[in-house]
């Protein structure tokens, strides 16, 4: 899959998983990797620089069996992110294939 | 596995204890998760991408936030070597602006301290002309002091001002830069 594709909606897809319900990163990894295809490891990165920005914040969550593992919280301001992104998708996306639509004869 | 978060580690060199302990402990958390999930060092590795990759994007994303926190030139500095070496788009132009501010800013701080400079020294020669008994040169020289050395202390205040606005500024525009550019753009996210 284009690369460039990927990097413009990487934030979004992360967002929107976590928009749903707290995650660990093994968990939003496994995900991202199936819908969009990246290197599992970048997704790290990615987060931290999401809670760097008070996009997200992390909390451990204790398990019965095991070491604890690291959840991942939208805040607030993450939300109205993941909402302005989508939105910006929605739009660009439409248009595309509109475009798409009407002048691709195939 | 230990192989793979030694060579993360090592890369992560130029973070903060902390910062390293911390994505290290991700990045572990990781593994233990997959290995739980059956799969096999050898296939976590491989999905998780190149660790030198990885730290790379660490260490600019690190080095920016330092920098922003404290707009120090030294954090600023690191910030700008991991700008240039990434190769993020406007990193040079922002380079060359903030050297261009940070000489124009040294050249105002030095001239200013000169002012401060000149006007110790025409005190000093008033205080030198009142004991021979030239009291008019005295005043003269009293005059001068004060006019030189006060023009110097405001213009030293001036320049602390300007230095936050124009090397405080850049740095802040820099980060915005590499927060746009380095995790979206210029990562390298495909699997190897």
């Known amino acids: 899959m284009n690369t460039q594709f990927k990097k413009g909606v990487l934030n979004l897809c992360v967002l929107t998983l976590l928009k749903k319900k707290d995650a660990y990163g093994y968990d939003l990894a496994e995900k991202m990797a199936q819908?969009?295809?990246?290197?599992?490891?970048t997704l790290y990165p990615l987060l931290r620089k999401l809670k760097l920005d008070?996009?997200?914040?992390?909390?451990?969550s204790e398990r019965s069996a095991g070491p604890p593992r690291k959840y991942y919280k939208l805040t607030q301001k993450g939300i109205d992110a993941q909402r302005v992104l989508r939105d910006e998708w929605k739009?660009?996306?439409?248009?595309?294939?509109?475009?798409?639509?009407e002048n691709d004869d195939e | 596995m230990n192989d793979y978060l030694n060579k993360l580690e090592k890369s992560l060199r130029r973070m903060s204890a902390n910062e390293r302990k911390e994505i290290v402990a991700d990045y572990r958390e990781h593994f233990e998760i997959g290995l739980e999930a059956g799969k096999s060092i050898e296939q976590i590795i491989a999905s998780l991408g190149d660790p030198s990759e990885l730290a790379k994007m660490y260490t600019a994303l690190g080095?920016?936030?330092?920098a922003h926190e404290s707009k120090g030139v030294k954090d600023t500095l690191h910030m700008l070597g991991a700008i240039l070496r990434f190769k993020v788009g406007g990193g040079l132009l922002i380079a060359s602006l903030y050297f261009a501010a940070l000489s124009t800013m040294l050249a105002a701080?030095?001239?200013?301290?000169g002012l401060i400079g000149g006007g110790l020294a025409a005190l000093g020669y008033a205080v030198y002309m009142?004991?021979?008994?030239?009291?008019?040169y005295g005043f003269l020289g009293i005059f001068a002091g004060l006019v030189l050395s006060s023009g110097g202390l405001l213009g030293?205040?001036?320049?602390?001002k300007l230095w936050k606005l124009s090397v405080g500024n850049l740095t802040g525009v820099a980060h915005k830069i590499m927060q746009k550019r380095v995790t979206n753009n210029e990562l390298d996210i495909d699997k190897g």
């Open chain 1, 35 to 41: 819908s969009i295809e990246i290197a599992e490891g």
């Open chain 1, 54 to 60: 008070g996009l997200c914040e992390t909390y451990l």
């Open chain 1, 91 to 101: 739009t660009f996306s439409t248009n595309v294939n509109e475009l798409m639509e």
């Open chain 2, 63 to 66: 080095a920016t936030n330092r």
């Open chain 2, 109 to 113: 701080f030095a001239a200013a301290v």
């Open chain 2, 130 to 136: 009142f004991t021979q008994g030239y009291i008019a």
């Open chain 2, 156 to 160: 030293f205040i001036a320049n602390i």
